[in-house]
C-alpha cells in the first residue's frame, strides 16, 4: 500500500481548514415541547403541500429521523438516500444531513429541486479533498482507477471513475482488483486503508479523516470492555485500524443496525456517529448500547462521536427551508453530467450484486 506524501505543512494547513468551518458550524436553538410539536405540524403541512419528501441520514437529530419516517420520507445511509432520492416521485426532496448528501441528490434527480436545512453542513472529508489539489494527484497517477468516497463535492466525483458509500467500497474494490486494476482512493485514509487490508488491492491513500470516527481510540475501547465483557464491539469503517482490530463486527451505517439485530449479544459498544443509537434502539428495544469512547485531544474534536455539521440540521431550518423556499442546491451542468456517470456505475454495480451484508461477523 501506498500512502500520498503530503508535506506536514499541507496537513497543518488542512486542519486549520477543517477548524475554521468547525468554527462556523451552528448549534441549534433548543425548542420547548409545544415549539417543537407546533414545528413538526407545518413542516408535515408543508411537505404535502410541496409534494415534498424529507430524506433523513442515521446521523441526524431523532427528530428529523422520526419525522421522515411519518411522512413517508426517508431514513438511511448515504446510498439507500441517493437511491430513494431518484426512485421516488416528489417535485421536492428535502435532504437533512450534509452537503455532499445534498449535491448527490441532485445529481441524480436534476429534474427534482432539492433542499437542505442548511448549505453550511460538510464533512471534514470533503473539505480536505478540493479538486484544485485532488485533480493534479489523479493526473499524476494515469495507471489508476480513481475511486472516491461518496463524502466529497460534486467536482472531485466529476473527476472518478466510480463513487463508492462504506456499504459498498469493499465489493468495488475486489471487483477492481480481479480485474488486475490498481485503485486510487480518496479521501477517508482509514477506509481506504481498511479495504485495502480487507480485499488485497493495490490503493493508493489521499489523507484525510472524519473527525467524528478519528476520535475513537483503542485504549478507550479496550477499557470500556473490560466493564463490558459480553458486549460486542460495532465499527464503522472510517474508524483507526487499531480500532477495527478490536471490533466484531466493521461495516457501514445500514451495515451495523442489521449486525446488531442478528448478533445473540444483549450489549454492544458502538463506535460510529450516536445518531444512529436512534434507529438501534427503536429497532431493538431490549437491547443495550453504549457510545465507543472517544478521546478528543486532537483541536478539531468538538464531536464527542457526534458530527457538528450533521447537528445543524434542526426543524426550525427545516422548516425554514421548505417555506420560502430556501437553500436549493445548484450544481454546474456539465459537473453534474460528469458527476453522474460514476454515481451510476455505483447504482448499476449495487443493483447487479444485490449486495449481501458484508463483515466480520
Ligand atoms: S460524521 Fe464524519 S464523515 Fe460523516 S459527515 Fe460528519 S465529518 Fe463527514
Same mark, same amino acid.
Given at each position: ?77 448515504? =446510498? ?9 416521485? *416528489? ?70 471513475? @466510480? ?19 490498481? +485503485?486510487? @482512493? ?16 493495490? /490503493?493508493? =491513500? @489521499?489523507?484525510? *479523516?472524519?473527525? /467524528? ?12 470492555? %473490560? ?41 454492544? +459498544? ?5 445518531? +444512529? ?67 451510476? %456505475? ?16
Amino acid at each position: 500500500m501506498n500512502m500520498h506524501d503530503f508535506p506536514s505543512s499541507q496537513l497543518a494547513s488542512d486542519q486549520q481548514i477543517v477548524r475554521d468551518y468547525l468554527s462556523r458550524a451552528e448549534a441549534p436553538r433548543p425548542m420547548s415541547a409545544s415549539e417543537s410539536a407546533d414545528c413538526k405540524s407545518e413542516i408535515l403541512t408543508l411537505l404535502v403541500k410541496r409534494n415534498a419528501r424529507l430524506v433523513a441520514h442515521y446521523y441526524t437529530e431523532s427528530v428529523l429521523q422520526e419525522l421522515a419516517e411519518e411522512s413517508e420520507g426517508f431514513v438511511g445511509d448515504s =446510498l439507500e438516500m441517493a437511491k430513494f432520492g431518484h426512485d421516488c416521485d *416528489a417535485d421536492i426532496l428535502v435532504v437533512a444531513g450534509v452537503r455532499f448528501m445534498g449535491e448527490t441528490a441532485k445529481i441524480l434527480s436534476p429534474d427534482k429541486t432539492v433542499l437542505m436545512p442548511t448549505l453550511g453542513a460538510t464533512c471534514s472529508l470533503d473539505i480536505a479533498c478540493p479538486i484544485e489539489d485532488f485533480g493534479p494527484f489523479c493526473d499524476a497517477h494515469p495507471d489508476r482507477e480513481v475511486v472516491v468516497y461518496a463524502n466529497t463535492s460534486a467536482a472531485v466525483k466529476a473527476r472518478a471513475d @466510480w463513487v463508492v458509500t462504506s456499504s459498498i467500497a469493499l465489493d468495488v474494490a475486489e471487483y477492481l482488483s480481479e480485474q488486475g486494476k490498481k +485503485i486510487l @482512493w480518496a479521501p477517508d485514509k482509514h477506509l481506504g486503508s481498511y479495504v485495502q487490508r480487507t480485499t488485497g488491492a493495490d /490503493v493508493l =491513500l @489521499w489523507d484525510a *479523516a472524519c473527525i /467524528v470516527h478519528e476520535e475513537f481510540k483503542a485504549r478507550g475501547l479496550a477499557d470500556i470492555r %473490560r466493564l463490558h465483557p459480553d458486549a460486542a464491539i460495532l465499527a464503522h469503517p472510517e474508524s483507526p485500524q487499531s480500532v477495527l482490530d478490536m471490533a466484531d463486527f466493521v461495516g457501514s451505517t445500514t451495515q451495523i443496525i442489521s449486525a446488531s439485530q442478528r448478533l445473540p449479544n444483549d450489549e454492544f +459498544i458502538v463506535a460510529t456517529d450516536k445518531g +444512529i443509537f436512534h434507529k438501534l434502539q427503536q429497532i431493538s428495544p431490549a437491547k443495550t448500547f453504549i457510545v465507543a469512547p472517544t478521546a478528543g485531544e486532537d483541536a478539531t474534536c468538538r464531536s464527542c462521536a457526534h458530527c457538528p455539521w450533521m447537528a445543524m440540521n434542526s426543524l426550525e431550518s427545516l422548516r425554514e427551508s421548505l417555506s420560502n423556499p430556501v437553500n436549493a442546491i445548484e450544481i454546474a451542468p456539465e459537473v453534474a453530467q460528469n458527476a453522474m456517470k460514476p454515481l451510476t %456505475r455505483m447504482l448499476d454495480f449495487a443493483a447487479e450484486q444485490q449486495l449481501a451484508v458484508r463483515g466480520k461477523a
